[in-house]
């Protein structure tokens, strides 16, 4: 069965920077594409963007000023989420999901990140 | 970005009874395939979303038959047809026809 399994929870101060991790297993890792979405406490989800774990290609969403980055190692069927500069405005659970057709049909249980002084 | 709107905020509903959520988007949301990506989300407490109906109206693996949507360029509709109790959660409406792909604001679907 599609599963994903993130890294645990983290708390980071401002300024700081955030690597999340979403291992991926039951399918062809390298044959899909795989996206982050965020949600912040109470609001609704925001898309950051999303990689093909094939070819390595990525498409962010310019509503974070080039802060994200995602990279994918295929030996480990692992996908990974890199926040820069965070603020307090960062404080989200961080989903990781696969993509099919441009709809995300499983989705990771999700990391809180906290950014806190 | 593509905004998206939702009606109603919130929705208590009779056990047994229907729910209709509407959605709302200020473009249209037909990609230039000719697909329109809209999907309706289920988002139990302290659960992540889950995948209920892609490209306006086509259920996803395991989603009940009493989930249906429909609509078209910028209008779309999600109706339970009947509610259950496992049902209460927000639903959320999401368009991947343009980047960055958005969110509704979420609808509250709870018991009376």
């Known amino acids: 069965q599609v599963q994903f399994v993130q890294s645990g929870a983290e708390v980071k101060k401002p300024g700081a920077s955030v690597k999340v991790s979403c291992k991926a297993s039951?399918?062809?890792?390298?044959?899909?594409?795989i996206q982050w979405v965020r949600q912040a406490p109470g609001q609704r989800p925001e898309w950051m963007g999303w990689?093909?774990?094939?070819?390595?290609?990525?498409q962010y969403s310019q509503n974070f000023r080039g802060r994200v980055t995602i990279t994918r190692d295929t030996s480990a069927s692992t996908v990974y989420m890199d926040l820069s500069s965070l603020t307090s405005e960062d404080t989200a659970i961080y989903y990781c999901?696969?993509?099919?057709?441009?709809?995300?049909?499983?989705w990771g249980q999700g990391t809180l990140v906290t950014v806190s002084s | 970005d593509i905004l998206m709107t939702q009606a109603p905020f919130s929705s208590p509903v009779t056990l047994g009874q229907p729910a209709s959520i509407s959605c709302k988007s200020n473009?249209?949301?037909?990609?230039?395939?000719?697909?329109?990506?809209l999907s309706w989300l289920q988002q139990r407490p302290g659960q992540p979303p889950r995948l209920l109906i892609y490209k306006i109206s086509n259920r996803f693996s395991g989603v009940p038959d009493r989930f249906s949507g429909s609509g078209a360029g910028t209008d779309f509709t999600l109706k339970i047809s009947r509610v259950e109790a496992e049902d209460v959660a927000v639903y959320y409406c999401m368009q991947a026809t343009q980047f960055p792909f958005t969110f509704g604001p979420g609808t509250k679907v709870d018991i009376k």
């Open positions: 473009q249209s949301l037909v990609h230039r395939d000719g697909n329109t990506y």
């Open positions: 990689i093909n774990a094939g070819n390595g290609n990525t």
């Open positions: 039951g399918f062809t890792f390298t044959s899909h594409t």
């Open positions: 999901g696969r993509v099919l057709e441009k709809r995300c049909d499983y």
